[in-house]
């Protein structure tokens, strides 16, 4: 079993920034994919980024340029800084981790999550 934990959400203003982390623990060893999700209220959960375990990333149009994912594999840790906030990334942000190597933009494709940080930007 793998456990994930999100922390670093918050309130924020517009054109802020935040820097998201989730740390993992338990059965971490492996060259898995790690990704960030986001479901804002009576929406689906929806890709944000994703990072391959040798650093290719993968991001959805909407954040290009404003958000950036990282990982740190000797720490199990995955990170995602976002600025230039906007209302419409008000959301609970996920943590995930993929079944393999790929990075991919459907939940189905990532096999643990954790419990979500919350995200609001005012405006």
């Known amino acids: 079993q793998v456990q994930l934990v999100e922390s670093g959400g918050g309130l924020v203003q517009a054109g802020g920034s935040l820097r998201l982390s989730c740390v993992a623990s338990g059965r971490t060893s492996g060259t898995y994919a790690m990704a960030w999700f986001r479901q804002a209220p009576g929406k689906e959960r929806e890709f944000v980024a994703g990072?391959?375990?040798?650093?290719?990333?993968v991001y959805t149009d909407s954040v290009k340029g404003r958000f950036t994912i990282s990982r740190d594999n000797a720490k199990t840790t995955v990170s995602l800084q976002m600025s230039g906030l906007k209302p419409e990334d008000t959301a609970v942000y996920y943590c995930?981790?993929?079944?393999?190597?790929?990075?991919?933009?459907?939940?189905?494709?990532?096999?643990?999550w954790g419990r979500g940080t919350q995200v609001t930007v005012s405006s």
């Open positions: 990072i391959t375990w040798t650093g290719g990333t």
């Open positions: 995930a981790r993929a079944r393999d190597y790929m990075v991919s933009r459907n939940t189905g494709a990532y096999m643990y």
